[in-house]
């Protein structure tokens, strides 16, 4: 499993020799980190079951379902936390639809689906061109092939009630100025965070598999 929580250092003092303070600290820090990473493992191999028992269904109930599943943990843990309401993420505001998406193949499903059904036209060459890039050679591609193909000319997502779990999960609470890569640095973007949707969505890429989108994508619309 990818870790995906890091373990917090810190430093202490007090009034008592330093050397059994800090022993004594330092096994706290451990037991607290045993039971957070045991929390943590446990919502992950509790999705990575569900996951596994839901395999043969077949491609659009699981990916609808696991997109139900996703909204209803970010909608519980934003209630939760008091920060959520800082999220900026907006129409227009679509830094994100420029990057490298991975999903699962049953989320390509799902889209091609929709594309069929539209009947929308989808650049067929630029998806065979993003399709050529990997998540570390994708920054690599000229601007105006960087986009994903269902973001629209208003910067709105035109499959936006079937967009995958990676989108629904990438939720940005600083000034939607600060997405621009070209204008800031990209540490300067400050994301909102629920540890349950990045071990829900782990464990679906781990068992239903990952690829990036316009790879599945291509995959999916060429399938029976
Ligand atoms: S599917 Fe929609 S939200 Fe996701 S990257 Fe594409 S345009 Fe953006």
């Known amino acids: 499993m990818r870790r995906i929580w890091r373990v917090c250092r810190g430093s202490v003092a007090g009034g008592i020799p330093v050397s059994d303070e800090n022993s004594r600290a330092s096994a706290n820090r451990a037991a607290r980190n045993e039971k957070k990473e045991a929390y943590l493992r446990a919502i992950y191999d509790r999705y990575t079951a569900e996951f596994r028992a839901a395999e043969n269904q077949d491609a659009l109930t699981i990916a609808r379902s696991t997109h ?7 909608q519980a843990d934003r209630a939760k936390n008091p920060g959520s309401e800082n999220i900026r993420c907006g129409k227009s505001c679509s830094h994100c639809c420029r990057e490298a998406v991975e999903i699962w193949p049953q989320e390509a499903a799902l889209l091609a689906g929709v594309v069929r059904e539209t009947g929308m036209v989808l650049d067929m060459a630029r998806l065979e061109r993003q399709s050529a890039y990997t998540v570390d050679t994708w920054r690599q591609q000229p601007p105006a092939d960087k986009a994903c193909l269902f973001l629209g000319s208003d910067g709105a997502c035109t499959v936006y009630e079937s967009r995958p779990n990676a989108c629904r999960k990438l ?10 890569a070209e204008k800031s640095k990209p540490d300067s973007v400050g994301r909102w965070f629920s540890w349950e949707a990045e071990l829900m969505e782990s464990a679906a890429l ?7 989108m316009p790879a599945a994508l291509l995959a999916a619309l060429s399938a029976k």
Request: charged share 15%; glycine share 4%.
């Open 68 to 74: 139900s599943t996703m909204d209803t943990v970010l």
């Open 171 to 180: 939720l940005v609470v600083t000034d939607p100025a600060l997405c621009d």
């Open 206 to 212: 781990e068992v239903f598999g990952a690829a990036l």
